[in-house]
């Protein structure tokens, strides 16, 4: 079992930025690929940035490229997206999520843990 809580999370301008982090318990955390999703009222959860169990590869949305990075601490159980040039349409709850598999095609129902996630909102 892998229990997941973010934080970082807030109110931010428009060019802006924001650390998300995403703290796992469990000693299987090292082995998992972890990813941050996303999901805006009325839309379906989507993918941010995932990336490899030992942070040797990573993936981003093309909506996100350039401005957003994903990391992991494995000595500290925690993942990190920090989203710089930060713009309104960013605005989501955004979650990070744990899975046994690389696969950048795999579906997001998919994926094997959550957290309870954390509101980005970006003002205009």
């Known amino acids: 079992q892998v229990q997941l809580v973010e934080s970082g999370g807030g109110l931010v301008q428009a060019g802006g930025s924001l650390r998300l982090s995403c703290a796992a318990s469990?000693?299987?955390?090292?082995?998992?690929?972890m990813g941050w999703f996303r999901q805006a009222p009325g839309k379906e959860r989507e993918l941010v940035a995932i990336?490899?169990?030992?942070?040797?590869?990573?993936y981003y949305a093309d909506s996100v490229k350039g401005r957003f990075t994903i990391s992991r601490d494995n000595s500290k159980n925690t993942m990190y997206l920090q989203m710089n040039s930060l713009k309104p349409e960013d605005t989501a709850v955004y979650y990070c999520?744990?899975?046994?598999?690389?696969?950048?095609?795999?579906?997001?129902?998919?994926?094997?843990?959550w957290g309870q996630g954390t509101q980005v909102t970006v003002s205009s």
């Open positions: 999520a744990a899975d046994r598999t690389w696969n950048t095609a795999r579906p997001v129902r998919a994926y094997d843990y």
């Open positions: 469990g000693r299987i955390f090292s082995s998992y690929t």
């Open positions: 990336i490899r169990w030992d942070g040797g590869m990573t």
